[in-house]
């Protein structure tokens, strides 16, 4: 067996590799849309598995046809890496569709009457090309927003450096045009390198886009373990993780922090009144507004119960109690209907303030914001307190 097909051989033998290790996470796979993203990925590996055997068989078999499916599948299983990395959790890929167009057109346009072997490398070279930049698009239409890990960056580098290599090689086509792969001695430095690349690059992909799925479902399984699954602000224990590592960031000289203990008035008569979907609901008014009122570098969390906490970053003298008051009366202008009845939402509001990384205890300023909410309810409720103060019991009715 000569080494070009020993090569092969090897590469399928990679490829199948890599195929049953993406059947096995397609399998144990989490979300539906990662799962996708799998599927598409074997696909591919699959369709460009099927591709090299084929180019063995000579050219003159069914008039050229198995070459053409050949170069076809070659290209369409490119297109369908590219795809499957471009689709985001949230993806069903009908916008990256176009991807496997130049595969769909390649094998027709060789099989044109009247073209030669010269015109049906140009051809395959230009349609690889065309794949790939429109893979790339997709990449940076379709995933712009997203914070992409270090082994999608990889993968995407691959695919830029395939792009290269198309190019030189349709380059050195235009240049000294071939009437096919020369597979001897005299083959050519550029097809050399096209060669290799395009037998080594899905392999290394692969393993970089299993990497990166598994670095994926990693970030949400700690963005789970980290939310409160009612309101999807952060949970008790994240959120003061967060607030210390936000604390110690020394700010500016003239700005504080400042902790916010939140709580809903009057939460548990409503519980038992209208029952917990309602209070579920009215949870939910008080964390839209919380994220609602969020600027950067602000945390928001759920303490527990009908308790809410926000971090105030970076505020000047006096801007925490007036963010406070917006809170509370954006929250008071959003009753929960219940029934054509409106139940009132209120919350009662204390704060502690620090300067960062100076003056910053976290045991201390939660006491402190917890007693100034103490003073909030004891005021009334439907208040904000940012500092001790001697208050009254409101007079019963």
Same mark, same amino acid.
């Given at each position: 067996? *000569? ?25 144990? %796979? ?34 050229? +046809? ?5 170069? %076809?599948?070659?290209?369409? %299983? ?64 379709? =995933? ?5 890990? +270090? ?17 030189? =090689? ?63 602000? *952060? ?6 993780? =967060? ?22 008035? %009057? ?30 570098? $602000? ?18 003298? +006096?801007?925490? +109690? ?16 219940? *029934? ?18 100076? $003056? ?20 009334? =409720? $439907?208040?904000?307190? $940012? ?11």
């Amino acid at each position: 067996m *000569d080494p070009w097909r020993i090569t092969f051989l090897a590469l399928f033998v990679l490829l199948c590799g890599a195929l049953a290790t993406l059947v096995w996470l397609v399998r144990h %796979g989490g979300r539906t849309g990662e799962r996708r993203g799998l599927r598409e990925w074997g696909i591919g590996l699959v369709m460009q598995a099927a591709a090299w055997p084929l180019f063995a068989v000579p050219p003159t078999v069914l008039g050229g +046809g198995v070459q053409a499916l050949a170069c %076809g599948l070659l290209v369409a %299983g490119h297109a369908a890496l590219l795809r499957a990395l471009a689709r985001g959790p949230r993806d069903s890929g009908g916008a990256t569709w176009p991807v496997y167009l130049p595969a769909l057109v390649l094998p027709l346009a060789m099989l044109w009457p009247g073209t030669d072997a010269r015109q049906h490398i140009a051809m395959f070279w230009a349609a690889a090309l065309l794949s790939l930049l429109l893979g790339l698009w997709a990449l940076g239409r379709d =995933r712009r927003r997203e914070r992409r890990n +270090g082994a999608e960056r990889v993968v995407i580098g691959i695919y830029v450096g395939a792009g290269v290599v198309c190019v030189l =090689r349709l380059l050195e086509q235009w240049q000294q045009p071939q009437s096919g792969p020369a597979f001897d001695a005299g083959i050519t430095p550029a097809q050399q390198l096209a060669l290799a690349y395009f037998l080594l690059a899905p392999v290394f992909a692969t393993f970089a886009f299993v990497l990166a799925q598994l670095e994926r479902q990693q970030r949400l399984l700690e963005g789970l373990a980290a939310a409160d699954p009612l309101t999807g602000l *952060d949970n008790r224990r994240a959120f003061f993780e =967060r607030v210390a590592r936000q604390l110690a960031i020394a700010p500016r000289e003239d700005t504080l922090a400042a902790l916010l203990m939140i709580d809903v008035d %009057g939460f548990k008569p409503v519980n038992d009144r209208h029952g917990h979907a309602v209070g579920d609901r009215v949870l939910g008014v008080v964390a839209g507004a919380l994220r609602a009122a969020l600027q950067r570098g $602000d945390l928001a969390g759920r303490f527990g119960g009908d308790e809410f906490c926000l971090l105030l970053a970076d505020v000047s003298p +006096g801007e925490a +109690g007036r963010r406070a008051e917006r809170l509370r009366a954006a929250v008071a202008a959003q009753p929960v209907r219940v *029934d054509g009845i409106e139940v009132p939402v209120t919350l009662s509001i204390g704060i502690a303030h620090a300067r960062p990384g100076r $003056d910053a205890d976290l045991d201390a300023l939660l006491a402190i914001a917890d007693r100034r909410l103490y003073l909030a309810k004891r005021a009334g =409720r $439907d208040q904000v307190i $940012d500092r001790d103060v001697e208050v009254e019991l409101p007079a019963r009715a």
